[in-house]
């Protein structure tokens, strides 16, 4: 890092209330800016520092970084990003915000938000609830389908930059905070996996998957406006941070609540970026994808630890680093991908289940769930929540929801991902057809059959509500009075509590449950 201007003078300025019309100013400080939060608005000073990756050493060169911040921001925060505005000398001496002096400095100008909608003190406190979370995987695919192409950046060159950036960034701030020997295994670890995955990084680049995307898509740049999850603070300083891959994007949130403790919640925006994007293809990269977010925070926390003043604040974020550089060795050596289908009449509990499973099933942040409702629904062209007709149903349109449920289980796996394909599976050739996909993949496969008494599958079928499954009591009596032929699946008591079945299926697959899993209702 290297501190180019003294800034002192405007940082005091800017503390002041008197520069706010009285309104009390709260500081709060990162190792590339600085924020004063006063009244209704939020005013963002970037400091005059260059280090390998970001450069704001002049004023000149601040403003160009202020007035970027602001135009990609508006793409996916139009109600907080306000404009640019100078911090002028005055002819008295003075300075002034956005005074007609000359100026000294430039300040983004920003709509102060309500900061207990932060997605990291929504998390902190219980509130960020698996429906916020789907529809921010939601909000995030939106953005990112509609994000402008980038194929000068990203692929198997971009990923090296990345990691050679922290192995620089190791030895540099993280002396005497981080153990040289760890971050040298993790480097050597990160460049083997990056030589193992280059032609599909290229291939995803030249495919048109490298994007101007956000960058920096962690919890603490995420909140609620309106009642809309909105990410903020995209990156502007560096187009090789900001044009990446859509799935390195995402991997900083999805890492971000991984390590925060929260499975499930990592596990529902994956599935719902897949339902929402259908792209499959990077699944298989996040293991070097999410490695490298965590070795990135690593190294930008032992940078903020060196800026404390305060001791415990130091301290505290040099744990985090080291954290943070155990956590990104970890990611690299994902457990092998597993096929897992999961079968029964309606009102099983199956989507339960495989929902409840997902986050520990292969590899962080879980299996993508494959559910037949949602396929049947998206191939009849109506939204989860449309309920279909008798011809929805049909015997041929029903083969084509296994056919294609089927073919959507054999692209996550030959992305290197963990599927689990959740169905009736009451015909002896549906069993059959999934169970082929995975030895076509050479991947072990699991089946699991739910069993309960018609009359347990019939009362919660009459009690579902807002659900994708438009199975009824008729439905049930229909799939009842059908020769199943022979279930060589493990089969389960569905008729206990989920938690019970939970446990069992967790047994069958030798997998842990995170704590949240175990809190599953039907």
Request: glycine letters at 8%; one cysteine or more.
């Amino acid at each position: 890092m290297s501190v180019t201007e003294n800034q002192r003078e405007t940082i005091a300025f800017l503390t002041s209330s008197a520069t706010h019309g009285g309104a009390e100013v709260r500081r709060i400080d990162t190792h590339a800016s600085v924020v004063f939060l006063a009244g209704s608005r939020a005013w963002k000073l970037k400091r005059a520092v260059r280090y390998d990756y970001l450069d704001f050493s002049t004023a000149e060169r601040r403003r160009a970084m202020c007035e970027a911040e602001l135009r990609i921001n508006r793409r996916i925060a139009p109600g907080i990003y306000v404009g640019v505005r100078p911090v002028t000398r005055e002819p008295d001496g003075s300075l002034a915000l956005g005074g007609n002096g000359t100026p000294v400095d430039w300040v983004l100008e920003m709509s102060r938000f309500d900061e207990d909608g932060l997605f990291d003190r929504l998390a902190a406190t219980g509130r960020l609830d698996l429906d916020l979370t789907h529809r921010l995987a939601v909000a995030v695919a939106g953005f990112h389908l509609t994000a402008e192409a980038r194929q000068n950046h990203g692929g198997a060159s971009g990923m090296a930059w990345v990691i050679d950036g922290n192995a620089a960034g190791f030895a540099e701030e993280g002396r005497d905070i981080l153990d040289p020997s760890a971050c040298a295994r993790l480097t050597d670890d990160a460049r083997q996996a990056l030589e193992a995955t280059r032609s599909r990084l290229d291939a995803r680049r030249a495919g048109g998957f490298v994007r101007q995307c956000h960058g920096d898509l962690h919890l603490r740049n995420i909140v609620l406006v309106d009642g809309q999850p909105t990410p903020f603070d995209a990156v502007e300083f560096n187009d090789e941070i900001a044009c990446i891959d859509v799935y390195y994007d995402l991997a900083f949130l999805l890492m971000d609540l991984w390590r925060r403790g929260l499975p499930r919640h990592a596990n529902v925006v994956l599935n719902g970026y897949v339902a929402a994007t259908g792209d499959m293809g990077g699944l298989g990269l996040l293991p070097l994808f999410l490695s490298c977010r965590a070795a990135v925070r690593a190294k930008t926390s032992a940078t903020a630890a060196r800026l404390q003043s305060h001791s415990q604040s130091r301290l505290e974020l040099e744990d985090l680093a080291r954290e943070y550089l155990a956590r990104a060795s970890a990611l690299l050596h994902p457990s092998e991908p597993v096929l897992l289908a999961v079968g029964g009449l309606s009102g099983s509990g199956k989507s339960t289940l495989a929902l409840a499973l997902a986050p520990s099933v292969g590899a962080v942040p879980g299996a993508v769930v494959i559910r037949s409702d949602e396929v049947r629904k998206r191939l009849c062209g109506v939204s989860p929540l449309v309920r279909l007709g008798p011809e929805g149903y049909a015997p041929e349109v029903s083969q084509k929801v296994y056919a294609a449920s089927a073919e959507q289980a054999r692209l996550v796996l030959e992305a290197g991902h963990s599927a689990i394909v959740d169905a009736v599976f009451a015909r002896p050739e549906d069993r059959d057809a999934i169970e082929r996909v995975a030895r076509s993949a050479s991947v072990p496969f699991i089946g699991l059959w739910l069993d309960a008494p018609h009359a347990v599958l019939i009362q919660r079928t009459e009690v579902r509500t807002s659900d994708v499954s438009d199975a009824n009591v008729a439905v049930v009596r229909a799939q009842a009075a059908r020769d199943l032929g022979p279930i060589a699946w493990r089969r389960l008591d569905a008729e206990r509590s989920t938690g019970e079945v939970l446990r069992e299926a967790a047994n069958a697959l030798d997998v842990a449950l995170p704590a949240q899993s175990l809190e599953t209702k039907v």
